[in-house]
């Protein structure tokens, strides 16, 4: 029998039993639905942990303190004061595959502009440090190399201590601050970027020139981590080498001695992160995958009541001469159909529900176009796989015995 | 006069466990063009087994089977389906149409399953034959919106559409009553007058009457074979019975 009879005859059994027909759909329907909305939030979150990772800075690269010992006893990193600005200079010089270094000092205390004060943290960095942190200025400017040297007492406010000192949206460059007690000239106001993952404000901070807050705020001469830019993705890697390298030799570390700091990367900070929901996402899917399975048992169990029922118009096709591989691909034929409309009901739906998680959760969800296209194959497969079953029992039945079945 | 069926010392067993049951012992038959067989004989004597191998559902265990002087005995299950597609008709007791498909489309099935024939040419060839065994006007009916002489003569219909060399019938008044019968052996009488070939099973030696030769079976053998005498005219049969009441 030619395709396009098998295909109407598989498409007129299949209406005549429309609820049937929908039901057993139906598995098929929520299991390429979940799939593929599971896929998608996986993606998702995945992406929005990646978009929040980039937002930190370009290729950044930071050196913490290590743990060290001394005298055979562990010390905490944050008690180390083994980072300097020699260091940076050094990693400057040396390092070719890093493009921007800063030092950076941090420390937390109150601004107080007038009779407004609002506790926020002070970081201190060079000419550099807001490219290094993707930062951008949207008023005034940035800090110079030369108001770094001279640990002039001027400061960039984030977006959030702008508002709570002066109001909502004002410009408050030009102005005066006081952070505790040492006033400081605003010079500019820095761009909006949000809630880091972490739930923490990255707009609640103030920027000044690294010796002006280690001078005047914090009276110290050491620094509190390095940060840097690679020159690209690929080269962060080698980046963290030649930092490793320059350090040990600064610090005068010995082969046997391990390092007193440490070097992260970006690029391991997005891993660590993306492999949780990764994990998720395959969790989830393999979930979504198991419905998807129920479904494919539940066309062959429809189709082998289906073969049973019509075990008589079996034995009728046979005998005016339907060969076994005519009958074969009649059941076959309409098990995948089963599934693959089925199939694209639930990839309809699992758009729908995509679209419904991305406006409950702000995440910046996309179905992405692999999930609908395996989730298509999956299902002719499954269409085949357990339709094959029993058509074939259809296609070995006996004709005689067909006729006569009662 | 062309021969249809040529069997010779035909024989079939059936293992059922470890007894062999022997449902046909050596059988010699020969059809001939244009006769109208009847085949008779008690359950289990045979004559079910002989009718599935001539029209080649079953396989014979041993002997040879020329069918339009092709030896189908030896046969696989396909290249026989393509046999039962080109040179057979069946009619069964139960008719066996296809519920809720039209009876066009039911006597278009045998066709469906031939390459060769165009969507023209099948709906053509189904209402010629619809036409005649006198339904044309019932052509896009259910089966189960017809009764069961009509339905037996859809069934028909499908048995004649591929201009099959024998009709094969199987007890096909069996499900009808007295009058309803006569009906369908004078259509069968009717085709047969045409030129068809056609083998029928049946039990009722009244029904046996109308056909041309009697072929009787028990335990596997032909016990005795002869040519009707005083042949019946259906169509005579069915003026003489009383019309019933409505």
Redesign the interface.
Known sequence: ??PG?LLKIAIKALK?NKMRSFLTMLGIIIGVASVITMLAIGQGSKKSIQDQIAGMGSNMLFVMPGNMRMGGVQQGSSSSQRLTVADVKAIKTECDAIVAVSPEVRSSGQAVSGNSNWPTTIYGGNEQYLEIRSWDVVSGRNITDTEAESSAKVCLVGRTVADELFGEGIDPTGETIRFQSIPFKIIGVLSKKGQNSFGQDQDDVIIAPYTTVQKRILAQTHIQSIQMSARSAEESELAQSQVEEVLRRTHKLRENEDNDFEVRSQEELATTMTSVTEILTILLGAIAGISLLVGGIGIMNIMYVSVTERT??I????????????ILLQFLIESILLSVFGGLIGIVIGFGASAIVEALTSWPISVMWSSVILAFAVCTVIGIFFGWYPARRAADLD??DA?RFE | MKTIIDIANLKKDYHVGEVTVHALRGVDLKINEGEFVAIMGASGSGKSTML?II?C??RPTDGTYLLDNVNVAGMS??ER??I???KIG?V?QSY?L?S?TSALENVE??L????SVSSRERREKAIAALEAVGLADRMNHMPNQLSGGQQQRVAIA?SLV?DPVVILADEATGNLDTRTSYEIMSLFQELNNKGKTIVFVTHEPDIAKCMTRSVVFRDGSIIREEDVKNRLNAAEVLRTLPVEQD
Request: aromatic letters at 6%; proline letters at 4%; a positive charge.
């Open positions: 029998m030619n009879n005549r008589r118009e034995g009728l096709r046979m005998s005016v001469g339907g060969r076994s591989i005519d004709p005689i006729l | 599935n029209g559902l079953d299950k396909n389906a393509a039962r597609n080109l069946f069964f066996n296809l809720r099935l045998p469906m399953y031939n390459r499908r591929n």
